[in-house]
C-alpha cells in the first residue's frame, strides 16, 4: 500500500537521512545527490506535460512519471552535461526512483530511467581544462581585482587540492619548519592530511602572508584562514570602487562565482570551467616534469599529489591530446612487427632493411685470390 504523497523536497531530506546513517556516504556524494534533487525538481515544476498535466507546485511523489523523467534527461541533462556527468545523474536518479519505490512513495514497477534511449548525437562535451596561457590572463585579472584572489589563484595553480580543502585552510595548517601543510579530505573522509610546503608553495604563501599582515594591521593567528572572505564596505558610487576589507574569520562560501567571474573577465570562461580546471592543468604539470625528469612512475606521482584512490581516476584528469601527440611522434619513428615476421608479409617487406653484407665478403677474398696468384708468379719467374 503505498504512503500519503510527500512533496520531493521533503523525500530528498528523508533520502539524505537514509543515506548518511545507512550507506554511510560521503558528505560529497550526499551533496551531489542534493544536485540532482534539486534540478530534478527545478526542472519538473517549471513543466508542464501534455500526457500528464502538473499539479501547484510544490511537486509531490505521487506525480512522478517515467514521461516526465525522460523529459528531464533529453531537455536538461544531455543540454547541460557532459558524458562524466551524465552518466553519474543516470546512476543518482536510478537510485532516487529505487528508494522511492522501496518504501512506497511510488508504485513500484519498471525504473523509468531503465527506459532511456541514447544521448542526443549533437552533444558537444565542454573544454573544463586551461592552458597556461589562459591562467596567466585570469591571474592578470586577479591582480588587478584585490591581492588576496591573485594569492589564491597562485595557491591554486600550485597545490593541487580540491578548492574546499584549500578554502579551509588556516595558518596554523602550515608548518614552516617542517615545510609541510596539513589539510583535510573531506571527500575521501581522510583527516590530518599533508602536502609538501614546497618552495613555490613557500614563496607564494610566505609573499601573502606579508601582505595578509600589511592589510589586517596585525600579525596572523593561526585559527585565521589563509584565504578568508571579505567584508563588503561601502556603496558602489560613480567614481569610487567597492572597499574590500578581509575577514580572517569567515570563508569564502561562493567560491564558484568567484572563479567564474574572473574567467569571464578574461574572456577564456567556456561551459563547466571552474577550480577543477585548475586541478586538472596541475596534475598534469606534476607529470610532466616527472616524465621530465625521468621518472617512470610519473602517473602515480600526479595520483599522489592529487590524492586520488586510484590511477584510474588519475588518468581521466590526463590532458590526452599532448599524450597523443607524444605517442604519435614515437609511432611514426618505430615499427613493432618484428623484422622476421615483416619480411614474410609483402605489404611489410619493403619496410625491412635489406641485410648488410661485412667488407670481408667477395671482393676482399677475390682481392686476395688474385694477390697470392700474383706472389706465385713472381717466384717462378725469380727462380727461372
Same mark, same amino acid.
Given at each position: 500500500?503505498?504512503?500519503?504523497?510527500?512533496?520531493? @523536497?521533503?523525500?530528498?531530506?528523508?533520502?539524505?537521512?537514509?543515506?548518511?546513517?545507512? +550507506?554511510?556516504?560521503?558528505?560529497?556524494?550526499?551533496?551531489?545527490?542534493?544536485?540532482?534533487?534539486?534540478?530534478?525538481?527545478?526542472?519538473?515544476?517549471?513543466?508542464?506535460?501534455?500526457?500528464?498535466? $502538473? @499539479?501547484?507546485?510544490?511537486?509531490?511523489?505521487? $506525480?512522478?512519471?517515467?514521461?516526465?523523467?525522460?523529459?528531464?534527461?533529453?531537455?536538461?541533462?544531455?543540454?547541460?552535461?557532459?558524458?562524466?556527468?551524465? @552518466?553519474? #545523474?543516470?546512476?543518482?536518479?536510478?537510485?532516487?526512483?529505487? !528508494?522511492?519505490?522501496?518504501?512506497?512513495?511510488?508504485? !513500484?514497477?519498471?525504473?523509468?530511467?531503465?527506459?532511456?534511449?541514447? +544521448?542526443?548525437?549533437?552533444?558537444?562535451?565542454?573544454?573544463?581544462? $586551461?592552458?597556461?596561457?589562459?591562467?596567466?590572463?585570469?591571474? #592578470?585579472? @586577479?591582480?588587478?581585482?584585490?591581492?588576496?584572489?591573485?594569492?589564491?589563484?597562485?595557491?591554486?595553480?600550485?597545490?593541487?587540492?580540491?578548492?574546499?580543502?584549500?578554502?579551509?585552510?588556516?595558518?596554523?595548517?602550515?608548518?614552516?619548519?617542517?615545510?609541510?601543510?596539513?589539510?583535510?579530505? #573531506?571527500?575521501?573522509?581522510?583527516?590530518?592530511?599533508?602536502?609538501?610546503?614546497?618552495?613555490?608553495? !613557500?614563496?607564494?604563501?610566505?609573499?601573502?602572508?606579508?601582505?595578509?599582515?600589511?592589510?589586517?594591521?596585525?600579525?596572523?593567528?593561526?585559527?585565521?584562514?589563509?584565504?578568508?572572505?571579505?567584508?563588503?564596505?561601502?556603496?558602489?558610487?560613480?567614481?569610487?570602487?567597492?572597499?574590500?576589507?578581509?575577514?580572517?574569520?569567515?570563508?569564502? &562560501?561562493?567560491?564558484?562565482?568567484?572563479?567564474?567571474?574572473?574567467?569571464?573577465?578574461?574572456?577564456?570562461?567556456?561551459?563547466?570551467?571552474?577550480?577543477?580546471?585548475?586541478?586538472?592543468?596541475?596534475?598534469?604539470?606534476?607529470?610532466?616534469?616527472?616524465?621530465?625528469? =625521468?621518472?617512470?612512475?610519473?602517473?602515480?606521482?600526479?595520483?599522489?599529489?592529487?590524492?586520488?584512490?586510484? &590511477?584510474?581516476? &588519475?588518468?581521466?584528469?590526463?590532458?590526452?591530446?599532448?599524450?597523443?601527440?607524444?605517442?604519435?611522434? !614515437?609511432?611514426?619513428?618505430?615499427?613493432?612487427?618484428?623484422?622476421?615476421?615483416?619480411?614474410?608479409?609483402?605489404?611489410?617487406?619493403?619496410?625491412?632493411?635489406?641485410?648488410?653484407?661485412?667488407?670481408?665478403?667477395?671482393?676482399?677474398? &677475390?682481392?686476395?685470390?688474385?694477390?697470392?696468384?700474383?706472389?706465385?708468379?713472381?717466384?717462378?719467374?725469380?727462380? =727461372?
Amino acid at each position: 500500500m503505498l504512503k500519503p504523497p510527500m512533496p520531493l @523536497a521533503e523525500a530528498q531530506e528523508a533520502h539524505v537521512v537514509f543515506m548518511r546513517r545507512v +550507506r554511510k556516504l560521503s558528505e560529497g556524494t550526499i551533496g551531489s545527490y542534493r544536485t540532482t534533487y534539486n534540478t530534478l525538481i527545478g526542472h519538473l515544476e517549471g513543466l508542464t506535460v501534455p500526457v500528464i498535466p $502538473l @499539479a501547484p507546485v510544490p511537486l509531490t511523489t505521487d $506525480l512522478l512519471d517515467p514521461e516526465l523523467i525522460i523529459d528531464y534527461f533529453a531537455n536538461y541533462v544531455s543540454e547541460h552535461c557532459n558524458d562524466g556527468t551524465y @552518466a553519474i #545523474k543516470i546512476s543518482h536518479v536510478r537510485n532516487i526512483i529505487k !528508494w522511492l519505490m522501496t518504501h512506497e512513495y511510488i508504485t !513500484w514497477g519498471p525504473n523509468p530511467v531503465d527506459l532511456l534511449g541514447d +544521448r542526443k548525437g549533437d552533444y558537444k562535451p565542454a573544454r573544463i581544462r $586551461l592552458k597556461d596561457a589562459e591562467w596567466m590572463l585570469v591571474l #592578470k585579472v @586577479a591582480t588587478a581585482h584585490h591581492p588576496r584572489d591573485r594569492a589564491l589563484l597562485l595557491a591554486a595553480r600550485i597545490l593541487p587540492r580540491r578548492i574546499n580543502e584549500i578554502l579551509d585552510l588556516q595558518w596554523g595548517d602550515i608548518d614552516w619548519e617542517e615545510r609541510d601543510i596539513r589539510y583535510d579530505n #573531506k571527500k575521501a573522509r581522510k583527516y590530518g592530511q599533508q602536502m609538501p610546503l614546497d618552495p613555490e608553495a !613557500w614563496a607564494v604563501l610566505s609573499a601573502w602572508k606579508q601582505t595578509y599582515e600589511e592589510l589586517t594591521g596585525k600579525e596572523v593567528r593561526r585559527t585565521w584562514y589563509v584565504f578568508p572572505a571579505f567584508f563588503a564596505a561601502g556603496y558602489v558610487k560613480k567614481g569610487r570602487k567597492r572597499d574590500y576589507i578581509l575577514a580572517p574569520t569567515s570563508r569564502i &562560501t561562493t567560491p564558484s562565482r568567484l572563479i567564474r567571474d574572473h574567467l569571464m573577465n578574461a574572456g577564456v570562461y567556456q561551459r563547466q570551467m571552474g577550480w577543477h580546471s585548475l586541478r586538472r592543468l596541475t596534475g598534469n604539470a606534476v607529470r610532466a616534469v616527472a616524465r621530465a625528469s =625521468g621518472r617512470a612512475d610519473s602517473l602515480e606521482l600526479a595520483k599522489e599529489a592529487l590524492n586520488h584512490q586510484s &590511477t584510474a581516476i &588519475t588518468s581521466i584528469y590526463m590532458d590526452h591530446d599532448e599524450q597523443y601527440q607524444e605517442y604519435k611522434a !614515437w609511432r611514426l619513428k618505430n615499427r613493432i612487427v618484428p623484422d622476421d615476421l615483416a619480411a614474410q608479409i609483402p605489404e611489410l617487406a619493403h619496410l625491412v632493411a635489406p641485410p648488410s653484407h661485412p667488407q670481408t665478403s667477395v671482393t676482399q677474398d &677475390t682481392a686476395e685470390g688474385l694477390a697470392t696468384v700474383v706472389s706465385l708468379m713472381d717466384r717462378r719467374r725469380t727462380a =727461372g
